[in-house]
């Protein structure tokens, strides 16, 4: 187990260095500033980083150091300022919208935190939701992989409202893989989870990288969660800072302390802000 | 608050502009049929005013019945008084004249060698008599001896004749060659009417031969009140005359036409009454929607210290800002539909009057009726949002609790099985009141099928999403889950073509089934080749002797109209007992019609008996050899009945020889509908149909039909029946479309996370713009196959409970039904394109982000 902790200056900290999988995914100088002048906020402020293709990569920062907008700039959900974004082969931010959502339709898989299954849908018919809208036939053999992977044999015919909060999750996964995608990005997606639901589903993903093959990119708050990885990055103010390979849970809450420990609470201040903003949202 | 609520509507622009649209256009359906109404009153009323400008008018104190329809009378028919009445009465002191009105039909042959006609309106003749000072003859004179005549200016105009022209008039049933002499100007629009002025000679040649007229006017010295000349009348004119003021007689007309304009005013409050039930429920959607999105923002308000009557009253406050937005433009709207209306009116040659009524009970009421029903629609959502703790809608999701369905499925259910039981015993129980029984089925199963409509919404959808779901893999599956998720509104959304739907369902069943019953009855009852008819409703009697006379027919039996008091047993005749009769040649039965008979014999007509019909012979307990008493002006007169028929040709109740038509009826009021014609041996269908033509030629109105021409023209008039109906059902359809349009903005705002995760794993904007396309189709589809099988259910009874008034076939007209479906279809397509390019457009990070 190595720890290297980066200082804040921008740097480009050798991601990925000792590992020889190639990499599925790759951002340079990716900038995503929301605003202009003053009020301008650098949700990224220049990042580059590869994500090996068959790893479990764990994203870990402070509320509002831009985790979120990394995955959403890595899987063309939103354009980068600047900077460009490969994904499988193929240059993200060269696309228009309909070759996006082909890409996002074949090649990537989605977990969210919350609200991840369409509710009229049993989670049979969620699971193979991204084959159905492609068009693609199932390929049985995966979809049984998965279902057995998740352990919802005997849910299948559930819908949403009728699963619990990790069942759902575990359905989401299963959705997110069944495709077999080049890449999954997951954000948050124990964050509503108690710690035994959390523990099935990230074991679940940890297995899909390990049995099935698969790449999956995470975002969690929680060491423990991040322990899961083969690899954890570390975000704040929009730049990568630093990095663990193989990490212990231990391991990562020391890495977080080094790096300004107060703001592993950050979850505290994100339902506060979500709460106060909404409160006056309509459209 | 108020600032609050003001601020939300300019905030949600878009989605309270479909609210107002609503609003309006209920509104302006209320508005318009007020304004038509009031404008169709004050035309009548300026044609009474100056048409009837008599100070007192002395008429026949008995009711009566006489000879067939006259276009110049409204009000209750009375019997006539002798035109020698007038002599006396103008010998009172304080009368400066005494005038008989003499008028009757006419045909003015225009400037293009066809009838001067328009729709509905009637052509009268009616003499000029030189003293009457209240006729202004605007140019040229009044018209002497029996080739001169006089035209209302209006008449003139539409005519393209001018004073000096030659032109043909059919009078008294003869062709004559007359020289328009002179112009009269009326002073109000004639609402279309073709009014000719004669001399009196001529008039009462054509129309009072035996000197009895219906009225006679009377014009008073001037300072002499109407009560005081009456008062100095009565007393001359003895027991079979009354007198009345001008006043009594234009009040007594006014009235009589105030009761038919509210026929037609109740009619299209119907469809208002529809569009502004579906414009709340509309509102009732659109609240929801915006209660439900703006929960946190209540709960915000409530926790910095808002009562909930404050949230209410906020809420509400929206409502009525919309309610009185929508009902100003509502009205003006309805005043537009209105001139465009008398604009069209007006191409069809019927002048109204020149104004467009905006009295303030109309606005008044659009107005309160526009704000009240949006304030209602509000109150349920305003009411939810108050009483929402703020605790409950400061959490994440905002649980609406769903009521349950039971008491409307129960409700519903008990009207539906009520509507069918009472439509089973119309149809099985032949004593009971069919019509009466259809009405309480209709309401039941109308009322019913929408209260159950959420109920049955989820197999129903099943059903017609299967296609879809089949053949758009996995769109259709997306779509019909998304309906049935809330059956509740996707039934009330579906509800206004439900309504239009049933409405054009029963309509075209009972039309397909009419005109095929009206072929059947053609086929079965029509002998003769060719029949004659009148577009005036009166074959000219020169035209009828003219086809007789022609080499090539054989027989021309004429089939007249007439009407008298019938009675039995010496009971005293009422105006109930006026009874429609036809007069035919004994002869016409067996060579012209072939009418089944029940009991009795059809020969008896030839020894002057008569015929009635089984169903009157049931209703009034008539049999084969009864007495019935005919009173008419002309007398009483007695026959006796010998035969009972079953003949729907002849839908009337009584059918009597022509000889008795002919002492009940002068026959100068005789008025021949139809002359059936067989054709002499060995004489070919073309050739007695060039004939025909020819004879009929002259009298410009007649048309020569054979049984074909005579069947697809009955067929035409109901088809032009339904053409109405349809333009009604426009109507309904775009009020669906605004509300599919809303429901589904409202359910596009409502999933918008769902739909960003759909974008996200992978679907694209063509594919959800599909998906909310079929929703909204499958939407359209309900509505309209609910509808339409209520109509073809309700409709489907009425061959059985009307089989006597000749409705026997029933024919469902599939093809048509089906077009239903294929044009609720496209209103779905039409309805899903703003939700859904706007469902398209949302950028899919916003929706994932969004909460
Ligand atoms: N649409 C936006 N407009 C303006 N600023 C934004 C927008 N989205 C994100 N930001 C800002 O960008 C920064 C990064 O946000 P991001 O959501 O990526 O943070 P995060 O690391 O995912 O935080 P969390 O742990 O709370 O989810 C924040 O400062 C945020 O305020
Ligand atoms: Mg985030």
Redesign the pocket.
């Known amino acids: 187990m190595s720890i290297r902790t980066s200082d804040r200056t921008p740097t480009t900290p050798d991601v990925g260095e000792g590992r020889t999988g190639p990499a599925v995914a790759t951002a340079r100088g990716l900038v995503k500033t929301?605003?202009a002048g003053d009020t301008a906020?650098h949700?990224l402020a220049g990042i580059d980083v590869d994500f090996t293709r068959g790893e479990l990569t764990a994203i870990m920062?402070p509320?509002?150091?831009?985790?979120?907008?990394l995955m959403h700039c890595m899987a063309g959900l939103d354009t980068p300022t600047s900077g460009s974004v490969v994904v499988d082969g193929e240059d993200v931010g060269r696309m228009n919208q309909r070759q996006l959502t082909r890409l996002r339709r074949t090649r990537l898989g989605f977990i969210f935190q919350a609200f991840n299954l369409v509710p009229t849908l049993t989670a049979a018919e969620n699971i193979t939701l991204p084959l159905d809208i492609a068009r693609r036939p199932v390929d049985r053999a995966q979809f049984d992989a998965v279902v057995d992977a998740v352990g919802l044999r005997d849910r299948l015919n559930h819908r949403p409202s009728e699963l619990s909060g990790g069942q759902q999750q575990r359905v989401a996964c299963a959705r997110a893989l069944v495709s077999q995608p080049a890449v999954v990005f997951a954000d948050e997606p124990t964050g509503n989870l108690d710690s035994r639901s959390a523990r099935e589903v990230l074991g679940f993903l940890r297995r899909s990288v390990d049995e099935l093959g698969q790449t999956v990119v995470m975002v969690t708050?929680d060491p423990t969660a991040a322990s899961y990885a083969h690899r954890v990055l570390f975000l704040a103010d929009g730049r990568l800072v630093g990095e663990i390979t193989d990490p212990t849970p231990d391991a990562v809450l020391g890495a977080l302390r080094s790096l300004g420990a107060d703001d592993v609470r950050?979850d505290h201040h994100?339902e506060v802000r979500t709460a106060a903003v909404t409160a006056g949202t309509d459209l | 608050m108020g600032r609050v609520a003001l601020r939300g509507i300019r905030a949600h622009l878009v989605r309270f502009l479909l609210s107002v649209l609503a609003v309006t256009l209920g509104v302006a359906f209320v508005a318009g049929t007020f304004s038509l109404r009031t404008m169709l009153s004050s035309t009548f009323s300026g044609i009474i005013d100056s048409a009837m400008v008599g100070d007192a008018y002395v008429r026949g104190s008995e009711p009566a019945s006489t000879g067939g329809p006259n276009g110049t009378q409204v009000g209750e028919v009375r019997t006539t008084i002798s035109t020698d009445l007038a002599r006396a009465v103008d010998a009172v002191p304080g009368v400066r004249m005494a005038l008989p009105d003499i008028s009757g039909p006419i045909v003015l042959v225009g400037a293009d060698g066809t009838a001067v006609t328009s729709t509905q309106a009637p052509s009268f003749a009616t003499a000029l008599y030189p003293q009457d000072d209240t006729i202004r003859i605007s140019a040229g004179r009044a018209p002497h001896g029996p080739g001169e005549i006089a035209i209302e200016s209006a008449t003139l105009a539409a005519s393209g004749l001018r004073v000096g022209d030659r032109t043909t008039v059919v009078v008294g049933g003869a062709l004559r060659t007359v020289t328009v002499v002179g112009e009269v100007a009326m002073g109000a629009p004639m609402a279309g009417a073709t009014i000719t002025f004669v001399d009196v000679a001529t008039a009462t040649a054509a129309y009072a031969p035996d000197g009895q007229v219906p009225t006679i006017t009377v014009l008073g010295e001037p300072g002499i009140s109407e009560r005081t000349l009456v008062d100095r009348i009565s007393p001359v004119v003895g027991a079979t005359a009354e007198v009345v003021t001008g006043d009594t007689m234009r009040a007594e007309s006014r009235a009589s036409i105030e009761t038919m304009l509210g026929f037609v005013t109740t009619f299209l409050m119907i469809f208002a009454a529809i569009s502004l039930f579906v414009g709340a429920f509309i509102i009732a959607n659109t609240f929801t929607m915006s209660v439900r999105q703006r929960m946190r923002e209540f709960a915000l308000l409530r926790a910095v210290g808002a009562s909930p009557v404050q949230v209410f009253a906020s809420i509400l406050t929206q409502a009525a800002v919309v309610g009185l937005l929508g009902s100003a433009l509502g009205i003006g709207a309805g005043l537009g539909l209105v001139s465009m209306l008398r604009v069209l009116f007006e191409r069809m040659g019927m002048d109204l009057s020149g104004s467009i009524p905006l009295d303030p009970s109309t606005v008044v009421i659009s107005l309160v009726v526009g704000t009240v029903v949006s304030i209602a629609a509000a109150a349920i959502p305003a009411r939810r949002a108050a009483l929402t703790p703020p605790v409950e809608a400061m959490r994440d999701d905002v649980v609406v609790h769903e009521r349950s369905l039971r008491v409307r499925a129960l409700l519903g259910g008990v009207l539906v099985v009520g509507g069918l039981a009472s439509l089973a015993v119309a149809v099985t129980d032949a004593a009971a009141d069919g019509s009466a029984l259809i009405g309480v089925a209709a309401i039941g199963l109308v009322v019913g099928m929408l209260l159950l409509a959420p109920v049955i919404a989820r197999s129903v959808l099943g059903v017609l999403a299967a296609v879809f779901v089949a053949a758009v893999k996995p769109l259709g599956r997306l779509a019909r889950g998304n309906v049935t998720r809330n059956p509740r509104r996707t039934a009330s959304t579906a509800g206004a073509l439900m309504i239009g739907m049933a409405l054009v369902g029963a309509a075209s069943t009972l039309a397909a089934s009419t005109q095929a019953s009206t072929r059947t009855v053609v086929a079965n009852e029509m002998r003769a080749d060719f029949l004659i008819q009148s577009a005036t409703g009166a074959v000219p009697s020169g035209a009828v002797a003219a086809i007789d006379g022609l080499a090539s027919v054989s027989h021309a039996d004429a089939l007249s109209y007439a009407s008298a008091l019938v009675t039995t047993g010496g009971a005293t005749p009422t105006s109930a007992d006026s009874t429609t009769l036809v007069g035919a040649p004994a002869a016409a039965f067996g060579r012209s019609l072939e009418v089944s008979t029940v009991a009795g014999s059809l020969d008896s007509l030839r020894s002057g008996d008569v015929a009635v019909q089984k169903t009157a012979a049931k209703d009034h307990g008539w049999t084969v050899g009864d007495v019935l008493t005919f009173t008419t002006d002309t007398g009483v007169t007695t026959a006796t009945v010998g035969a009972v028929i079953d003949s729907k040709a002849l839908g009337v109740p009584v059918v009597v020889p022509d000889s008795l038509a002919a002492r009940l009826v002068p026959t100068s009021k005789q008025q021949v509908d139809t002359v059936f014609v067989t054709p002499a041996p060995g004489v070919t269908a073309e050739q007695l149909r060039a004939d025909l033509v020819g004879a009929a030629k002259p009298y410009v109105v007649l048309s020569v039909l054979d049984q074909k021409d005579f069947a697809s023209q009955l067929a035409d008039q109901v088809n032009q029946v339904l053409v109405i109906l349809y333009a009604l059902l426009g109507l309904s359809v775009v009020i669906a479309i605004l509300g599919i349009v809303n429901t589904l903005a409202l359910s596009v705002i409502e999933r918008t996370r769902e739909i960003g995760l759909m974008r996200a794993v992978g679907l694209g904007r063509l594919q959800l713009a599909g998906i909310i396309t079929i929703e909204s189709v499958l939407t359209a589809l309900f509505g309209t196959a609910v509808g339409v099988t209520i109509g073809v259910v309700l409709a489907s009874a009425l061959p059985t409970v009307l089989a006597d008034t000749g409705l026997t076939t029933l024919v469902i007209p599939w093809t048509q039904l089906a077009w239903m479906l294929v044009l609720a279809a496209a209103v779905g397509v039409l309805a899903a394109l703003w939700p859904a390019s706007r469902a398209a457009r949302l950028p899919v990070l916003d929706a994932v982000a969004y909460d």
């Open positions: 929301y605003g906020v949700a920062g509320s509002g150091s831009g985790k979120s907008t708050h950050g994100v």
